[in-house]
């Protein structure tokens, strides 16, 4: 319970960005267009940001809704871009048709990043078998987390799955050594039994936004949960 939580913001623009550094967000995960559920953003919003705030930056690498990786040359590129352009860490996912990992997509994109971290995002809640998907990826250069609610259907419904998996990794089992970084329905009394069970990163979206997604991210409300994760 002694390591500082990580608190992970969601940033639209540079404006938000601000607001979450401001109210203590140790990393933002930058992406555009919340109604399919965050692609990648342009390398301008990128650039704007990287120049706003001095945290760490995660870049979403998602074309269209949904896990389907669709064109990975598209992918890729974009990928290239946002290196060219001084991002170093990302955030990745992609399923095949029988819900495990779609390897040769995951894999081409992770060679592009030549070693860059990354997060699996919640695609692993979508998964036919999360630990399978785990092994699987457990080797891949970079990945060093996975964002998860533990379910599909939100961290109410995935607590005992996210515990459970923290055991798992507290005892060193193969494929569970990055970290989890809990998100998807995350409410603030959620946070002390998390923390309890040994899970100290936590992922934010419209917590942060008292307007909801037609308003930016409040210093303020990022400060409450700041403040909920060092108590």
Known sequence: MSKRAVLEVIALDAEDAIAAQAGGADRLELVTDMAADG???SVETFAAIRSAVDIRLRVMLRLADGFDAGDVASLVRAAREMRDAGADEFVLGFLD????????AVERVVEELDGCRWTFHRAIDRAADRDALRKQLADLPGLDTYLTAG??????AGLDVLVAEAARAASGEPGYEQEILVGGGLRLEHVAGLREAGISAFHIGGASRPDGWNGPVSADA?????EALDA
């Open 97 to 104: 048709a029988h819900g495990g990992p779609d390897m040769a």
């Open 151 to 156: 379910s599909a259907d939100g961290v109410d």
């Open 39 to 41: 692609l990648t953003p």
């Open 222 to 226: 990022v400060r409450v949960w700041r």
